[in-house]
T-cell receptor, first 113, second 114 residues
Framework: SQKIEQNSEALNIQEGKTATLTCNYT??????LQWYRQDPGRGPVFLLL?????KEKRKERLKVTFDTTLKQSLFHITASQPADSATYLC????????????FGSGTRLSIRP | NAGVTQTPKFRVLKTGQSMTLLCAQD?????MYWYRQDPGMGLRLIHY???????AKGEVPDGYNVSRLKKQNFLLGLESAAPSQTSVYFC?????????????FGPGTRLTVT
């Protein structure tokens, strides 16, 4: 069955360092991979999308890589700040069916001052 | 632009009671979704709609019904609530097929069934 896995442990990073989150998947051929941020008590907020034919995407301090051979995406936050503390979700989406989008359970990131 | 709104924010039900969760979006999106989120699990799709008047089952549809009578609204109903339906429910919307399916989420409804 389709499976998507994110770091199950919370990640604690010193402010200013680069945080790297991992998303691995099996039995799925996504057209897109998305990353969302979720703060406690709130809904997820879209951050970045990367297509299957793209290796890397950047947006300000965020960088996402997508390796369809390894079936893995890495999400980097450079120069991390305490305000970056949140849970980050990855999601896989196919070309043709909105109902086939699947979400990971998320990785909780804490940035300490 | 309010985006996606959900009512109510919190609700406590007794087993066997019924309720309806309302989702509204003002972005003119075609697609709307209902998810549930449980600790340690990803968002799981309950039902979705690809346009006004259409609905379809997602991954975990049992015990829920939905309706999309107007494009901007998507209702989720629980006819006979069970403790297993205790969860946080999120509504989301996205542009029509052919887009990248970026989803916009509401703030969630925390439901407890006792």
């Amino acid at each position: 069955s389709q499976k998507i896995e994110q770091n199950s442990e919370a990640l604690n990073i010193q402010e200013g360092k680069t945080a790297t989150l991992t998303c691995n998947y099996t039995n799925y051929s996504p057209a897109y991979l998305q990353w969302y941020r979720q703060d406690p008590g709130r809904g997820p907020v879209f951050l970045l999308l990367i297509r299957e034919n793209e290796k890397e995407k950047r947006k300000e301090r965020l960088k996402v890589t997508f390796d369809t051979t390894l079936k893995q995406s890495l999400f980097h936050i450079t120069a991390s700040q305490p305000a970056d503390s949140a849970t980050y979700l990855c999601a896989l989406a196919p070309y043709s069916s909105a109902s086939k989008i699947i979400f990971g359970s998320g990785t909780r990131l804490s940035i300490r001052p | 632009n309010a985006g996606v709104t959900q009512t109510p924010k919190f609700r406590v039900l007794k087993t066997g009671q019924s309720m309806t969760l309302l989702c509204a979006q003002d972005m003119n999106h075609e697609y709307m979704y209902w998810y549930r989120q449980d600790p340690g699990m990803g968002l799981r799709l309950i039902h979705y709609s690809v346009g006004e008047g259409t609905t379809a089952k997602g991954e975990v549809p049992d015990g829920y019904n939905v309706s999309r009578l107007k494009k901007q609204n998507f209702l989720l109903g629980l006819e006979s609530a069970a403790p297993s339906q205790t969860s946080v429910y999120f509504c989301a919307s996205s542009l029509a097929s052919g887009s990248s399916y970026e989803q916009y989420f509401g703030p969630g409804t925390r439901l407890t069934v006792t």
